[in-house]
């Protein structure tokens, strides 16, 4: 396969895997705000699906990775681009705190927020315009930021 | 016994889920990680910038196409357009400093047994609980 083949391969790739996920978090119940915000209401009435959103998607990936851990490279590139580090730092658990703060307001993570932009809802598109602008500003911050949080 | 739909939905669309971000890592060996994919977007280099876009524009024509065919499935919730903005700049400082989204970590991670995703992962259920506590099921 020649770069320029395998180069669109993986184009087509991309864009099949986001066509999947998009409905995929569709059917299982993601790109419903107040969904969301039921299964994070553990003490009133909790809805527990979502339990069972995250339970398939890892039962597959798990498999998967399980599969792909015996190959020396994926199919279409030189190798696994994965995270390798297992340490936990104040940074990781400082972002996910937020992140979920986040989550709880408004009832979204990024995926359902992107999915949901073709409902033209005013609320999806100005959450994931901020969501850019708060991703962006940070990238920009982040060296700032890690001086800052190595030494408080 | 009677399992709810709503539950055999989730699985689908869970495992669903699971066959995109296998599909991503078995053949471009990419983690699909959505505020990693998008943070790249927005600080672009070389060579890297066609698969992302061609993921988001996948992930908003998914939503198009389900969007069509079961309209119910898409509700913005009813938090105000003000705490709406401040959830999603949270949302993006927030997977921008934890390297990670529900995607990422809760998904790919965790299914490759990384310390790290399960901490961030119990973590942002974590603080979401709280914050749903706190704002009594839901902000507006």
Same mark, same amino acid.
């Given at each position: ?41 553990? !003490? ?7 339990? %069972?959103?995250? @339970?398939? $998607? =890892? *039962?597959?990936?798990?498999? &998967? ?33 937020? !992140? ?7 009832? %979204?993570?990024? @995926?359902? $927020? =992107? *999915?949901?932009?073709?409902? &033209? ?32 | ?140």
């Amino acid at each position: 396969m020649t770069p320029r083949v395998r180069e669109r391969a993986q184009g087509v790739v991309a864009l099949l895997s986001g066509v999947l996920f998009g409905l995929g978090l569709a059917v299982a119940g993601m790109t419903r705000a107040e969904k969301v915000i039921g299964f994070l209401n553990f !003490f009133r009435g909790w809805d527990p699906s979502l339990m %069972f959103v995250m @339970g398939g $998607a =890892i *039962a597959v990936h798990a498999v &998967a990775w399980r599969l792909l851990q015996g190959r020396p490279s994926p199919l279409l590139s030189a190798r696994f681009l994965v995270p390798t580090r297992r340490d936990l730092d104040a940074r990781l658990l400082l972002g996910a705190a937020i !992140f979920g703060v986040g989550w709880g307001l408004g009832g %979204f993570c990024p @995926g359902p $927020a =992107i *999915a949901s932009l073709p409902t &033209a809802a005013p609320t999806a598109v100005a959450f994931v315009l901020a969501m850019l602008a708060g991703s962006y500003a940070t990238a920009r911050l982040d060296p700032v930021l890690t001086r800052a949080l190595k030494h408080p | 016994m009677d399992i709810p739909l709503d539950w055999i939905r989730a699985l689908q669309g869970g495992a669903l889920i699971g066959l995109s971000a296998s599909l991503l890592l078995g053949l471009n060996g990419r983690v699909m990680g959505i505020s990693g994919i998008v943070g790249g977007l927005l600080a672009p280099s070389a060579g890297d910038v066609a698969w992302r876009a061609l993921f988001v524009a996948g992930l908003v024509g998914g939503g198009l196409i389900a969007l069509a065919a079961m309209p119910g499935a898409f509700s913005a919730g009813s938090a105000s357009l003000g705490m709406v903005l401040l959830a999603g700049l949270l949302v993006g400082v927030g997977t921008r400093i934890g390297k990670g989204c529900t995607s990422g970590h809760g998904v790919c991670g965790i299914s490759r047994f990384s310390p790290r995703s399960v901490a961030a992962t119990l973590t942002f259920i974590g603080t979401g609980a709280l914050t749903v506590l706190l704002t009594g099921g839901g902000a507006r």
